[in-house]
């Protein structure tokens, strides 16, 4: 249901608020290699969420990355990396879908689309990196080769 980017852009976040409870500015390829994300792609992401002023970028010494607010919901990560748009978005990908000329998935797919805004209106970085603080979530996991 998501982009690719903005899967990376809600890891990176997190990963990157839980490092900064503990006094640390990760940069991308950390971020990168802890979150499973190709560095070159996730630079260009963290590039877009600084940009809509829910990171800071430094660089060189005392560099790296800070989430400006923990409390940014799922909702503003999802429309600087997608738009609006994606919780209106016909569950086909089809451009004219609506209520009035619905697509054949389209009573199905209202209630879920509906929901996951819910969720993401609800749910802070701050919510999903103290789950990781706390051991109580990972966000990747390399497979042994």
Excluded at 58 to 79: C, H, K, P, T, W
Excluded at 131 to 138: D, Q
Aim: aromatic share 8%.
């Amino acid at each position: 249901m998501l982009s690719k980017s903005t899967e990376y852009a809600v890891r990176a976040l997190v990963y990157t608020a839980w490092r900064n409870g503990l006094g640390e500015r990760p940069g991308y390829r950390e971020i990168a290699k802890q979150i499973g994300a190709p560095p070159h792609f996730l630079a260009k992401v963290m590039q877009q969420l600084s940009s809509h002023s829910l990171v800071w970028a430094g660089r060189g010494r005392g560099g790296g990355f800070l989430v400006m607010n923990d409390q940014a919901s799922l909702y503003e990560i999802i429309v600087a990396t997608e738009g609006e748009h994606r919780f209106r978005a016909c569950g086909m990908g089809l451009p004219h879908c609506s209520d009035d000329r619905p697509c054949p998935f389209h009573s199905q797919y209202a209630p879920i689309r509906g929901a996951l805004k819910k969720l993401a209106l609800e749910t802070s970085i701050g919510d999903l990196s103290r789950a990781l603080a706390e051991g109580k979530a990972v966000l990747y996991w390399p497979v042994d080769p």
